[in-house]
DNA sequence: ATGAAAGCGCTAACAT
DNA sequence: ATGTTAGCGCTTTCAT
């Protein structure tokens, strides 16, 4: 006798039918009778039927699964991401596979290959390098609609065409920056870490805010990568700049981290010795004290929005690429005071 | 012209071998002579041949893939384990395939069953919780190894026959309160959540430091479930005792949050007007000013040791089932201190 | 509206 | 040691 799996053959036998009519009820073909629907139905679920989804893939079918190609997801923004978007897919039926490319841009271009050799019907893409070569390479061979997550690509070229969902770090950024201003601050320290779009665009963000009011360029933007290691250095070289920053901005969780470290081991205090604004809401941002200002953005609706657009596209193939902006908010907190003057050191 | 992804009939054609010949070199095979060895190679490496795995999977193969489900990856504890395993089981050819259950054992139970619909070679499992009919029935329906993540099953029984990786949290906790008793704390509120594994030896850990002493049951324990809202309730609830602690424990980083929460609520200062004392270390207990003492232990270690353990017994289906212990380090740190008589309310 | 039959790419049993 | 062939469970013509 055997126990093994029961498969569409094993359905059609035991409602008296062929083979194909159990298929095509399955699949929701227009040509089946009420009676036919019912009695392959009721075997169905008699027998305990679930579809093979290797012999589906096989025929070049749906897998029911979208990829998300991400750098680390013990980075708790991209953990709560990968939430929404596995949130907006279970939904639809869809499961979510995920792999974690250790911020590696090669390990990602080996990741998209591995999801292409699994036939996932469609990639959600939080790359951790936006001009990689191989990752470029690599996505020319998927065929199956890409969704980019707060990411540009140098060259989306014909062949990609990738919906996307952006954040506005810009106005953002701006705010931020308008707001240590408007508390007396000229001198501002930037630390910016990554080669990602958010990047340039807080860049862009502390220029425009200081363009605004007309005022002379009293900001300094310390680039390197995105780890808290550069968060400590930048810190450590803003401050024993001979025009000290009276306040700083860190541009991410990471970031912001390495900053604190800084800030301790010379004994500063936040809020009053110095300001201090973060990027994206963590658990240190709200329970340190003073609790730190912070620009926020809703990351599980990030995650559910890029899920929407991929499940769109897969849907309907022939929907173009669409691109969606949301918006960030900068969250003013006791971190941020009025200048003093000379900071102690 | 068919731009079809090349197959092994491809490779046959190309290098002029039969079918089968070219399945065993790519099988490793012992019967190929080191010319068809070498000209299948070839061919494959020219066409640019890659197996289909859905094929494969068809006919009962490997899919050389690996299912974790787990409760709520945004946890910083379980995405560090996650990436543990995932990194030993790269390392291996495998992949991970990750979904989440938002801490709810009716979406676990349905995960599982999805895992083995996917033909995983293997489940990683770190359940919600121990007990749930659904899934120990969902689990009876794998036959695949399984091996569990820091968690015990009520029955594992003789079918599942899991392996497990276990961490000693009854010693790290002795530990931490052996240490607190050191100061001369004598009442000590414990915030402990879950119904797993290591809310019972978290329990112990404290019952067996006083005992070693034969301390007078001096402790109170509070718990619920594994979240801020009861860590902040649990914490309110012991300050408002009659004989208030001099101490606190938390059983977990969000519990740690929510009685973190409380504390600033009231006014408190840890370190002066109350010791504190956390499990797993997150930004939180290392960044907070005075940092926290902690119970410690290796996740990115834990993941990786359970993806080893499940290698074995993929790659062995004779291996039993093993239980590995992990250690736990007690590590002290300001938020310990001194007792000192009645803390300001 | 329904059933029979041909593959999808691969492995394994069988033949040589 | 190598080639031939029969399926794995499904979808999809193609008949009827």
């Known amino acids: 006798m055997p126990q093994a799996r029961p498969g569409l053959k094993d359905v059609a036998k035991r409602a ?12 929701g073909h227009p040509d089946v009778s009420a009676g036919m629907r019912d009695r392959v139905m009721a075997a169905v679920t008699e027998i305990g039927y679930r579809p093979d989804i290797f012999a589906r893939g096989l025929r070049g079918g749906p897998t029911m699964s979208v990829g998300l190609v991400i750098g680390d997801i013990s980075n708790p923004l991209l953990s709560e991401i990968s ?11 869809y499961s979510l596979l995920f792999v974690n490319s250790m911020n590696d841009p090669a390990l990602e271009a080996q990741n998209i290959l591995l999801f292409r050799d699994r036939h996932v019907d469609g990639l959600l893409l939080s790359l951790s390098a936006e001009d990689d070569a191989d990752v470029l390479t690599a996505l020319q061979t998927i065929e199956a609609p890409l969704v980019l997550i707060d990411r540009e690509l140098d060259d989306p070229g014909e062949i990609l065409r990738p919906s996307a969902v952006l954040c506005d770090h810009r106005g953002g950024m701006r705010a931020a920056i308008s707001h240590l201003l408007d508390l007396g601050h000229r001198r501002i320290g930037c630390i910016l870490g990554g080669h ?40 450590s070289r803003l401050l024993d700049m001979r025009e000290q920053p009276t306040a700083l901005v860190a541009g991410g969780n990471q970031l912001l981290k390495g900053c604190l470290r800084e800030l301790r081991l010379r004994g500063l205090a936040v809020g009053t010795d110095l300001s201090l604004v973060s990027c994206d809401e963590t658990d240190l941002t709200e329970m340190l004290d003073p609790p730190i200002a912070v620009v926020r953005r809703d ?47």
Chains 1, 2 share one sequence.
Request: hydrophobic share 35%.
């Open 16 to 27: 008296g039918v062929g083979i194909s009519s159990v298929s095509r009820v399955l699949s």
């Open 83 to 93: 939430l929404g978007a596995e949130d907006a897919l279970r939904r639809a039926g």
């Open 196 to 235: 990602a779009r958010f990047a340039r665009m807080r860049r862009r963000g502390v220029e425009e805010a200081y363009a605004e009011r007309g005022l002379p360029t009293g900001y300094s933007i310390v680039q390197g990568p995105l780890d808290a290691a550069h968060g400590q250095a930048a810190t």
């Open 299 to 345: 990351t599980h609706q990030l995650g559910r929005t890029a899920a929407e657009l991929l499940l769109r596209r897969i849907q309907d193939p022939d929907e173009g690429p669409v691109t969606s902006v949301q918006p960030t908010v900068f969250v003013p907190r006791p971190s941020c005071g009025p200048v003093r003057e000379a900071a102690a050191t």
